[in-house]
């Protein structure tokens, strides 16, 4: 993040516009991380936000829905496996979440403000997947579902750690 190269409004709201209609492994979104908009006066860091705010909500979105079809898929076909790499894509996609953070011509209002509003969506998801968990658990005490709640909570520890 060194070597942040100056582009345009509209390039960058180009490639933010980009990532969102081609998905979470796009080559813009590996330039939104090397990329600062040209800036213009106070009301801009706003405008930044805006923009990054639809992002983050666009990538957030995208990676819990990829998390349960993959947790959906690993129940149906009973392999934990499943489940172990699905949460280490999400980690991984919680990283490129924020990777404004490394920019440092970010403003820190910017900064803090969606990292704030980031980490207070994922508690939510968090407690949502936990209070799942716990009904599935009292639903069906097998094996299996015991081992898979377990995969799961560890792994929602470890991206809890993370923030």
């Not at 345009?8 to 990532?19: H, K």
């Not at 690993?74 to 953070?101: Q, T």
């Not at 403000?113 to 508690?123: A, D, G």
Request: charged share 30%.
């Amino acid at each position: 993040m060194d070597n942040v190269k100056y582009i345009s409004y509209e390039d960058w709201i180009s490639l933010i516009s980009g990532v969102m209609t081609k998905g979470l492994a796009c080559e813009e979104l590996n330039e939104l991380k090397e990329v600062y908009p040209y800036s213009f006066g106070n009301s801009y860091d706003m405008m930044i936000y805006n923009q990054l705010a639809k992002l983050e909500e666009y990538m957030l979105r995208e990676s819990v829905g990829r998390l349960q079809k993959q947790m959906t898929l690993c129940l149906e076909e009973m392999d934990l496996e499943i489940a172990e790499v699905a949460f280490s894509r999400f980690r991984k996609h919680y990283i490129n979440c924020m990777f404004f953070l490394q920019i440092p011509d970010y403003s820190k209002s910017v900064k803090s403000k969606i990292s704030e509003e980031i980490i207070r969506n994922l508690k939510f998801f968090i407690e949502s997947f936990i209070k799942y968990l716990k009904r599935i658990e009292y639903a069906d005490n097998s094996v299996f579902i015991q081992d898979y709640v377990y995969i799961c909570k560890k792994n929602l520890k470890k991206i809890k750690n993370m923030y």
